[in-house]
């Protein structure tokens, strides 16, 4: 940033403006910002791209469907057996459900399925073979917004089947539907507050001052607030997908990387509090030698972010322009707001260490100037050892498995849909709700049904639904879960079979077609996306470096910390978390965030070598560099990680494995990688490393 530029934002009037200015944008973002949870989408089927066979499927199954219905299973257990009492109050209880806001009743068949007694319940697969277990069908239409209203309806339908004495669960799409909207209830208000508080804590022990760290909070919750009603009016008129893992990370994203920007700016204007008597003056040149790093920094994460956008999953392609959005909006809050606030308060809000003009630096004989000279006479053998570590660590590789996280294992604790499928299961009964579903041209229905039956171990086709404008529907029970990797096999091989069929143009959806789909998609996108993250990188880092060896250097440290932190949380979730798989998704969501946060500290001590080079050459600068910006690179990365760990809170494996992972590759990152490795190449390479900028060109490591 210009140095005039910098020092009208921070102005003795200008301030003032800047400050009344994001007030008032605060004020008003704040009532848009609690609405984003209204246009979140969060059904499975909004996810995937307009290409996957079962989206293209639910476009024609509408006209069999509504699509905003949500089957729901009342299961009931008693050890020991259900009673003619227990049968007679389940019958009592069907017509109170049928009451219920949003049942669906049709005229033709009850609007709730239920068993009257052992012997029939038995006879319609009501009720388990040893008369311990009992349910109750239902299917609820709550409109578009089903996803949101569903647990208060959930809450009503668990009242009105308390039985004394009989365990009552919700299974099915509206049991486990309910639970993950449950689940996703405390994002913006759980989430938030545990990861400020961790923030705080943090900047506390950082600052070591008990009011400094007001100010860096109050600007990243300006950020998220900001943010989140931008992206409010995105997700509402210019269909930007938004679900509840995109506005949890978007929390832990916007805290995280403000609260690192915070840290950078502080830790310079702290510098210059030390060389200028007018606090005005030093924030203008902490900002105009600050701000060049941020921005850099913030732009590589917007545009990374945005690179997302060529996914297939519709989820993940939404959660680029979301995280995108919130990085800039942060990036803008950091370097107006926030240095207006400090300049407003003054020196005295680093009380008790105040940083009077004049003073010494600590910096210069700190832990990490300590670390740096012992690097320096043996740079060489510093970052060889600390690379083969590193690449050992990349072995645990070996014991990750992606795929499908199975249903019951896709929370961190037993939640009542799980607790209700797995008893169904035990007890022989069939989960009715999630069939695979085939629609045909009329003409050729009879052909796609003598195909389904080559498939074997599927049940019988439902033929009866009447055809619509020349089109027909099938409907197959799957007695397995619809995650598995054997109901992904029995799609592939319904698919081949219909396929087939001349004439038919047959399409096959359902539960387990969406799984299938979604776990093709997310592995196209690993495929694809992640190079081009790292392509993107590259550019960036070429252009702000002025150099082709130090990026292609640093891309591959990025990438050696990326496997290190993936093999360790490998291990981690296998050993010792007992999580058997990671979602398909989880190899490009942790390198998205490992790499495109991760090369914030590449660009912080890159630009402060290359800034120290100018006058100290490559060797002494890069000892400069890390001692002036080890302590704040660790901190940022500390309050990072702890940002993420937040995300373990909620209770969803994929989101624990997630937060595990970067959390762990971010301390990685930090402590080993930037202010090690790094370090030790730069001091090792010393004026070469900047090849074929004639930058330091005099100094050649000693060897050569």
Known sequence: ????????????????????????????????AQKLTDVQNNEASSWLPDSAESTKALGKLGAFADQDDIPTIVVYHRSGGLTDSDFAAIADQAGQIAGIDGVVDDGQTPPVTFPTDLASGQQLGLVSADGEVAESYVTFNLGSEGWNKLPDVADQLREIAHIDGVDTHLAGTGGGAADAAEAFGGIDGTLLFAALGVVIVILLFTYRSPILWMLPIFSAVVSLFTAEAVIYFLAKYAGVTVNGQSQAILSVLVIGAGTDYALLLVAR???????????????????????????????????????????????????????????????LVMVTLLPALLVIFGRWMFWPARPSYGSREPTTTGFWARVGNWIAPKPRQVWVATAVILGLACLGLLTLKTGNIPSDEQYTKDLDSVIGQRILTEHG????????????????????????ATVPGLGEVNQDVPPVDGVKYLEITQTID?????????VRAVREAVHRVDGADALVGGSAALFLDTKAASQHDNRVVIPLILLVVLVILLLLLRSVLAPVILILTVVLSFGAALGISSLIFKYIWGFDMADSSFPLFVFVFLVALGIDYNIFLMTRVREETMTNGTQQGSLVALASTGGVITSAGLVLAATFAVLGTLPLVFLAEIATAVALGVMLDTMVVRSVLVTAINLDLGGVIWWPSQLDRDIIPDDE
């Open 429 to 452: 009964l069939v989960d009715t709700s999630t069939p695979i579903q085939v629609v045909a041209e009329e003409a050729a229905a009879e052909g796609v049904v003598a195909a389904i």
């Open 269 to 331: 204007y702290r510098e210059e509090l030390r060389n200028h008597a007018d606090r005005h003056e030093a924030m203008a040149f902490a900002l105009h030698r600050a701000a060049p790093a941020i921005i850099a920094s913030a732009s590589t994460v917007a545009i990374g972010m945005m690179v997302l956008l060529f996914a297939e999953m519709n989820s993940t392609a939404g959660l680029g322009p979301v995280a995108a959005v919130g990085i800039v909006v942060t990036l």
């Open 482 to 490: 619809p995650a598995s990797d054997e109901a992904a096999d029995q």
């Open 1 to 32: 940033m210009h140095l005039a530029i910098a020092g009208k934002l921070t102005g003795r009037i200008t301030k003032w403006l800047v400050l009344v200015a994001w007030l008032v944008i605060f004020a008003v973002a704040g009532g848009f």
